[in-house]
């Protein structure tokens, strides 16, 4: 079986930081794009940041600047460095892989997610 365990959320003061981590587990051939999604009350899941395996990145435009996202392709792990994180910012995180299991075919796996809250 193949699991996302998240880590590193919790309840920051705005402006302040925070940095989350989700590792894969389990028995894979390799991992291609990573990225985070975030989920508000109340609202649809959105993207937040993705990284290839090649290192490439794409940042939603409301966190460009503040957010850094990156990995360590032999802990098969992936980070999201939150700077200067403010209200809005509050949702759950979700950690997103999409992860070839074999030569043949690929999967979206998906954490359990983790609370970020920042309050003013």
């Known amino acids: 079986q193949v699991q996302l365990v998240e880590s590193g959320g919790g309840l920051v003061q705005a402006g302040g930081s925070l940095r989350l981590s989700c590792a894969v587990s389990?028995?894979?051939?390799?991992?291609?794009?990573m990225g985070w999604f975030r989920q508000a009350p109340g609202e649809q899941r959105e993207l937040v940041a993705l990284?290839?395996?090649?290192?490439?990145?794409n940042y939603a435009d409301s966190v460009k600047g503040r957010f850094t996202i990156s990995r360590d392709n032999a802990k098969n792990t992936v980070y999201l460095q939150m700077n200067s994180l403010k209200p809005e910012d509050t949702a759950v995180y979700y950690c997103?892989?999409?992860?070839?299991?074999?030569?043949?075919?690929?999967?979206?796996?998906w954490g359990q997610g983790t609370q970020v809250t920042v309050s003013t």
């Open positions: 997103h892989a999409n992860i070839r299991r074999t030569i043949f075919s690929t999967s979206n796996y």
């Open positions: 389990g028995s894979i051939f390799s991992i291609n794009a």
């Open positions: 990284i290839s395996n090649g290192g490439s990145t």
